[in-house]
Structure formats: C-alpha cells, structure tokens
T-cell receptor, first 113, second 115 residues
C-alpha cells in the first residue's frame, strides 16, 4: 500500500530533550515536506526537500532541523524542544514538478512540558 | 503573497441537509486548488483538486467544488450530508516557485453533523 509512515504517533517529552520524528514513504516520491498544525492556523510548512541532500526552510523553520540522506526518509529533528513546539506534525510526499498529488502521513502529536 | 481564507471556523448542519464550505484565495497566477478532509485522529485525505478546465470539480465521498475566478473562490459543496462527514476541512492553494510546489493552507472549517 502506498503510504507515508510517521513515528511515533504520540510523544510527550520535556523541554530541552532532543527528539526525532521519523517519516518514510514507499512511493519513490521526489518531494517531501513537514507541516505543523495548530488550532486556528491551519497547516504551516516547516521544511521541505526536493531530492536527496536538497532541503530548504518553509514558513516556520525555527527550532527544527531535517535531513534527507535517502529518498524515502525525511526525519524531523528538534534539538532542544520548547513548549511552543507542542503541536500536531504531518509529513507529506509528492512526485514533484507540477503533479500536486501530496500524500500525508497520519500525524504525530507532540507535547513538550 | 499567496493566502487562503476559510471564513467559517465552525459549521453545524443536520444530517441530510446540504453543505457549502467557503474558501477564498489570493494568488497572482492561475491557481491550483485543493480541498482536504481530516477526520478525528487521522491524517489529511485529498477530496478533490482543480488545475484547469471545467470549473466544477467532482471529488470523492460525493463532494464537489466550483472554481470562480471572478470571486477568487473555491467553495466545497455536498447535496446531502452524512454523519460520517463530521471532520475538519482544509482548503489549500498550490504555489509553484523555484522548482518546488508548496501547499498553502487555510485555517480550516470544523464541520459538526446533527442527527
């Protein structure tokens, strides 16, 4: 089944403790992206990647890092999480170009206390 | 700058009633427009998309949307709502720039369905 898989689904952590949210897609998509969803704000893009080793900042990149060492994986790293990063996070992938078939993962609900 | 506005934060309808969710966009060129649905605890599922051509677009689950360039709108409609349609709905515009296609989302409309 074609899908984007995120792990974990739920995570509670403490301020300052580094964490990684994994994202993997099995569709051989070129593009991958991370979004965060907050009430009243919709989804905002954190980082995106157009191919292996090609990443760039989205609209709200502060406090986050990403890497794209393999085509299928695009982990989101929070080096020193803070409570304002409590949110629902989505990974998404797309074939790229003007084919806008974005597929979203099921989400990771992160709470930073 | 590109943006999407969904004027209604919450909408409540009775089961069997018709539904229209509003979406207005701001985009300089011909927009690529999308509607996604997010059921409780789930990811986002694509309902329908508009690229060009016929301005009335059919989607899954009985939804349709109409692109109106003069009004910068892309409203989502369904003639008869089912209880399972209770969810959050997001309108998005695709922004293709620098070789990358980016989705810009509205704030969402939460739909409640009364029996």
């Amino acid at each position: 089944e074609a899908q984007v898989t995120q792990n974990p689904r739920y995570l509670i952590t403490v301020t300052g403790k580094k964490l990684t949210v994994t994202c993997s897609q099995n569709m051989n998509h070129e593009y991958m992206s991370w979004y965060r969803q907050d009430p009243g704000l919709g989804l905002r893009q954190i980082y995106y990647s157009m191919n292996v080793e090609v990443t760039d900042k989205g609209d709200v990149p502060e406090g986050y890092k990403v890497s794209r060492k393999e085509k299928r994986n695009f982990p989101l790293i929070l080096e020193s999480p803070s409570p304002n990063q409590t949110s629902l996070y989505f990974c998404a992938s797309s074939p790229g170009g003007e084919s806008y078939g974005y597929t979203f993962g099921s989400g990771t609900r992160l709470t930073v206390v | 700058a590109q943006s999407v506005t969904q004027p209604d934060i919450h909408i409540t309808v009775s089961e069997g009633a018709s539904l229209e969710l509003r979406c207005n966009y701001s985009y300089g060129a011909t927009p690529y427009l999308f509607w996604y649905v997010q059921s409780p605890g789930q990811g986002l599922q694509l309902l329908l998309k508009y690229f060009s051509g016929d301005t009335l677009v059919q989607g899954i689950k009985g939804f349709e949307a109409e692109f109106k360039r003069s009004q910068s709108s892309f409203n989502l409609r369904k003639p008869s709502v089912h209880w399972s349609d209770a969810a959050e709905y997001f309108c998005a515009v695709g922004s293709f720039s620098g070789g990358y296609n980016k989705l810009i989302f509205g704030a969402g409309t939460r739909l409640a369905v009364h029996p």
